[in-house]
DNA sequence: GTCTATAACCGGATAGAC
DNA sequence: GTCTATCCGGTTATAGAC
């Protein structure tokens, strides 16, 4: 019945850790975060309380890893919707929605969770070391959604794209989680209208004529710029 | 030596009060706020714990406080700068520079302080009724900061205006956390640019030819804003 | 209404045994 | 890797003094 094989390896650890993280996602879900209890998702998950910190160091680490294993979920639908569509706004749409509909069941504690990670001290900070995999990655979403579409864009904007498109998904992310509308109909709209918004205005930058505001724009942006993944974190 | 007349009233108490907000601060500033204790905090200011919570009913409650003292420090500020200057680009740079001087001090433990406040059930959101007043406050500074300017702004655009300047400080702000450049010169860089940049703006939307843009972008502004002082938040 | 003192509760986090 | 015991600090409760 039982096989420990040598490709199995970690498995009963993993086992485990996922058992972890998919109880307390539960909870959070039923009860909100602040409302579970570590003591509750051990016992749920029919572990020690000891044992549930051996796999997350803290609570907030339970956060981290929903983080990562949503980014996975979000790069599977994206790869589906970017083999389907070519226009750069319906590319753009699609992963947006996607994503929406990824976190949706979450909301209710969606709002700690973004808390946590406005904290530039705690490594739930989407801009901290500790969460520059999730970034890139994220990131790399947004240059593929780029990429693919049928749209000359110059090389400078081009590169700092990805980046923007990032920060505008942190953006919709913040809205998101203020938005008490049902179904988050309120987000859903305002990401038609600002997708539709910014595809013309990403499509008007590339024009030549646009060449040296674009530029000036861009100088200034790299200047405010932190070397995100870099020391300023320590 | 001591009168306890009618006009003392709840001066004892708002000694008190007051005491242990500062001594609070004092210890957030020398040791972040996660590492300050309550019973620190009590202990330091000479009172007992059970007082503190009788002034104070959370640790988070210190913040809201510390945001009250804040504005009305930001207020004062704000008539000084804005009985001098007339121009809308000066005026509202004044109020911001005022405003990151003020906050400077206490941007170690600022994080935090953000993050808690980022939650939307949380009490000290921006957003929340709780925050109401002095939501309402800085968008008055901002009116001022508008009204007092010499220059003609169409009634739809003027209206909306205050709340949009108060969004932008809470997106400088936010900006201001995660800046670790020594004396956040970088902040200020990115105010100075973008308070010029969004004051031309401001004028350009202001023409007569602008309007049908100005309308259409107002109208989507309304049909996204949440009646934020209302029922959102039960 | 303001304040002290003290004990207790609860839950996040850690230590160390098995 | 897993458990039990313990610590620590936010918070509450109580009972009483000025």
Known sequence: MER???????????????LILETALDLFKENGYEETTM???????????GNAYYYFRSKEHLIQAFYGRTHQELAGAARSILEREHGLRDRWLGVMYANLDLIEPYHRFAGILFATAADPQSPLNPFSPESEEARRESTAIYAEVIDGAKLRIPRDLKQELPFLLWLYHMGVVLFWIHDSS???TRTRHMVDRTVAILSNLIALASKPFMRPLRKAILKLMAELREDVPGEAYS
Do not use: D, F, H, Y
């Open 4 to 18: 420990q094989g040598e490709q199995a390896k970690t498995s009963r650890g993993e086992q485990t850790r996922a």
């Open 182 to 184: 049902p179904g988050r």
């Open 39 to 49: 003591r509750a998702i051990a016992q749920r998950a029919g572990v020690a309380l």
